[in-house]
C-alpha cells in the first residue's frame, strides 16, 4: 500500500513557462475559443497584461513537474491508477510569458475498501509561483485512485 | 458571449447557461493529449485501451474539466475572477458522447466588499450519464463599485 509517512513528502521544484503557443493549442484542443485566450490584443482590451491560459492549463505543468522518483515511491499499481478529482486554486489568471516555479508534495494519502478490493487514493499538490515577483499565482490538487493489483 | 455578470444580478437557485460540447471525436483526444502533455495511451491508442479491458479510448478527465471551466468563465466574462475549481470524475466520456455542463449558484454572499459566488456544477452525457460532479467559487464584479 502507499505509504503514509510520505505525506508531506516534496519533490525538488520544478520551472514552468507559459507559452503563448501552447495556450492556444490548449485552448484550441478543448474547443474554447474566447478572443482573450487567443488573441493577445483582445486580452489586453479586457483589461489583461497579455493572453490569458484557461482555468485548466496548469495541468501541463504539473506534468513537467511531477518527480517520477515520487511517483514510484509510493509503491501504487500503475496499471490501475485513475484520475478521480482535480481542484484549482487561484490567486488570478495566468498570462503568457509568465515563468512560475513549482513545488510539488504528497497532500494526502489514504485508503478505502471498495467493491472489488482495496482502493489507495493519492492527492499531490502543485504550487505555483511567479520566478521574479515570487507572488503564489495557483494551487493545484490531484486525486489519483490506485486499484490494488 | 452575452454582456458581462454582476453580483446583483444573480440569486440562489439560479442556473446559469449550459455548454453542450461534441459529439467528441478521437482526434480531440489526440490534440488534448498533445496540448496537455498528457500522453497516456489509454486516451488514444485503441489497441492500448482494448488490451486495459474499455471498449476503446475514452477522454481525459481533464479534458471534461476543460468544457465545465470554459462554461464558467463565459458565465463570468472578463470581469469575473475564478477562485476555485474543483471537480470529481465519475464516469468517463467515450468519443461520440455529447456532453452538457451545467452550473446552479447555491450561495451568493459579500466578503471583504468582495461580491462571491458559489456554483455547484455537473455534466452528463447525451444518455444521461453523469461523468464530472463539481463545485466553484466565483468573484463577480458588483454594479455599485
Sequence with gaps: MADRNLIGKETPPGRAEAKAEEMIAFAQAVGDLQPEYLDEAAAKRAGFQGLVAPPTFPMRFLFDALDPDLFFELGLNLAGIVHAEQEFIYQRPIIAGEKFVIFGKVHDIWEKEGKSGVLDFVTFEATGLEEKSKEHVFTARMTLISRRA | ?145
Design chain 2, 1 to 145: 458571449m452575452s454582456g458581462q455578470v454582476y453580483f446583483e444580478d444573480v440569486h440562489e437557485g439560479d442556473s446559469i447557461p449550459a455548454l453542450v460540447k461534441g459529439p467528441l471525436e478521437r482526434i480531440q483526444l489526440v490534440k488534448y493529449a498533445g496540448a496537455s502533455g498528457d500522453f497516456n495511451p489509454i486516451h488514444v491508442d485503441e489497441v492500448y485501451a482494448q488490451a486495459a479491458g474499455m471498449k476503446s479510448v475514452f477522454a481525459h478527465g481533464m479534458l471534461s474539466m476543460a468544457f465545465v471551466g470554459q462554461m464558467l468563465t463565459d458565465w463570468m466574462g472578463p470581469l469575473g475572477e475564478l477562485k476555485r475549481f474543483q471537480v470529481r470524475f465519475s464516469a468517463v466520456a467515450w468519443p461520440g458522447d455529447v456532453i452538457t455542463s451545467t452550473g446552479t449558484t447555491v450561495r451568493h454572499w459579500e466578503e471583504k466588499g468582495e461580491g462571491l459566488v458559489e456554483l455547484a456544477l455537473e455534466s452528463k452525457s447525451q444518455e444521461g450519464t453523469v461523468t464530472v460532479k463539481g463545485a466553484a467559487c466565483v468573484r463577480l464584479p458588483r454594479r455599485s463599485a
